[in-house]
């Protein structure tokens, strides 16, 4: 039996997804997603949160609100480097709720690479994990949109991803802090934080 039902998956996102279409099957795999969370969580530490409630809010609805702002910027296919990856946010959801996009997990522990293979094959997606540190993928290897949430050294981290966006793509954080010189949108739900949206500059014509 799922730990959530979808019903109540639904309940918990409506503040981060709103009125949005989203693909149909959503709910249901993010329903399994969590399933397969909470038990790889129980033997290999992939989140500190451990609540189901909370892991909905927290890291799917955080994570599928980025994925909402990022598709209203984003061509239905565009490519997208999730970095420092972890348990797949905010990569995983974006995917269930764009299936277009061309996703890549970089992610360079090799358990969490493992529980991000473990989820792709059980929910038949078309995403790529990048098991190894994103210094390592091809130097001219660029993404229309990168995405960065609570990694470890986030100045290093916001300037190696800086050095992956393609140009006129985006870098998207998901942090407490903001950035003047970007766009910041609050978070819905109780805990502080910011969704911060930043265009590399087009090419040059």
């Known amino acids: 039996m799922a730990t959530l039902s979808e019903a109540r998956i639904a309940a918990l996102l409506q503040p981060y997804l709103g009125s949005a279409p ?3 099957a959503l709910y249901a795999q993010l329903s399994d997603y969590l399933d397969l969370l909470l038990k790889w969580n129980a033997r290999t530490n992939l989140t500190a949160i451990r609540e189901p409630d909370e892991i909905v809010r927290r890291h799917f609805g955080e994570s599928l609100f980025a994925g909402l702002h990022l598709g209203a ?3 239905a296919e565009a490519t997208l480097l999730d970095f420092g990856s972890g348990a797949g946010f905010p990569g995983l959801p974006i995917q269930l709720l764009h299936p277009a996009l061309q996703i890549t997990l970089a992610e360079s522990q090799g358990k969490k690479a493992s529980f991000l293979r473990e989820v792709i094959r059980t929910l038949g997606l078309p995403t790529e ?17 990168v995405t960065l949430r609570a990694v470890d050294n986030m100045q290093q981290a916001l300037a190696d991803a800086q050095l992956r966006v ?3 793509g985006w ?5 407490t802090e903001t950035a003047p010189e970007d766009e910041c949108i609050s978070l819905p739900g109780d805990a502080p934080g910011w969704l911060t949206l930043h265009q590399t500059p087009p090419p040059s014509r």
């Open 171 to 175: 870098l998207a954080t998901l942090s």
């Open 129 to 145: 994990v990048w098991a190894g540190r994103v210094e390592a993928i091809e130097s001219d290897r660029r993404f229309d949109a």
């Open 73 to 75: 910027r984003l061509p």
């Open 22 to 24: 989203v693909p149909a």
């Open 166 to 168: 393609a140009p006129g």
